[in-house]
Structures are given as C-alpha cells and as structure tokens.
C-alpha cells in the first residue's frame, strides 16, 4: 500500500491479501486515526507512519516480523505498542513518540517481561531482568515468605541504537 501524498484520511482498512505496508505509505497523513488490518503483515517499511498525530494505536499481529527505520516517528498520540512478535526494528521506529507509555517486547523466547532495569554509563544501555519466580511459605522460620528465581534471563536494551537484545542463560 502507498499513498502518493498526505490526504486528509482518518480510518483505512488495510485488505486480506496485503502482506506490506511499503516505505512512507501513510507518511503525514495527520489524521489517520484508526488502522484496520483484515489480514497479516510481514512488514512495514521506513517512514510509513511518520507524523500521523492522531494514531493512538496500532494492533500488531504474531506475522509482523519487521518494522523499518522511522516507521512510526513523531506519532505523537501513540500509547501503547505490543511488539513482541518483531525480530528486527529499525533505528528511531518509535521516535518522537511522546505519548508511549509502555511498549511490550516479549517474545515467546523471554521468560516475562522486562524488570528491575539498570542503566549502564559505560555502554549507554539498560539490563532488564526477565525471570519466572516462585514463593516459598515458611511457618517455623523468622521470613515467612521466600521469593526464588526459577529461570531467569537479561534483556540489554541500547536507546541510540533503539535495538533490544534478548541474552539466554
């Protein structure tokens, strides 16, 4: 799908049979609000949801695998993104995105989601630690709940970069 120049469009339903949203397809179309997919998409290009000010989601699909560079920059009413399906996101996909709040990168290869985040001066990233815990109730002992880790692993997040690293144990 590509859009020649902006107009003035407010909801589209992207059909079936489109599997990509191609390079600035939708870029500055402002009023695009609301986005219907009726299918599944491997991948939406570069720049091609850049400077829509009113999109305030986007359902992003266990088939969508990439998004490319600045493909949601300066959206500036965008909340919420659920893109743990993705395997590669380009550089500043999410720029400018003022409004985000949470963005959920769980893949089914992380254990939870990211925890206990630690930024790292020398690297300029952010460790998370993803673990699976359990508690133990002690009735005799003076700590009546114990909290183990069961599994755990670390996620490096790189925000010049805005690449997520998952590391295994």
């Known amino acids: 799908i590509f859009l020649y120049k ?6 589209i339903d992207i059909p079936k049979k489109v599997t990509v ?4 397809a939708f870029y500055g179309c402002e009023n695009l609000s609301d986005i219907n997919v009726k299918g599944s998409l491997s991948s ?6 850049f400077g829509n000010k009113k999109l305030e989601e986007f ?3 266990k088939s969508l695998k990439s998004i490319g560079n ?3 920059y300066g959206c500036v009413s965008l909340k919420n993104v659920n893109a743990g399906y993705l395997t590669s996101v380009g550089t500043y996909a999410f720029g400018d995105c003022v409004s985000l709040k949470k963005m959920n990168l769980k893949t089914d290869s992380t254990i939870s989601a990211g925890v206990y985040p630690a930024f790292n001066s020398k690297y300029d990233v952010v460790a998370y630690s993803v673990n699976t815990t359990g508690q ?3 009735t005799m002992h003076s700590n009546k709940v114990e909290v183990q880790d069961q599994a755990s ?9 805005e690449v997520v690293t998952h590391v295994a144990n």
């Open 6 to 11: 902006p107009v003035k469009v407010a909801s």
């Open 21 to 24: 949203i191609g390079t600035s």
């Open 44 to 49: 939406i290009g570069s720049e091609a949801f």
């Open 59 to 61: 359902d992003f699909d």
């Open 70 to 72: 600045y493909s949601f």
């Open 136 to 138: 133990v109730f002690h």
């Open 153 to 161: 692993d670390v996620i490096i997040y790189d925000p010049v970069r």
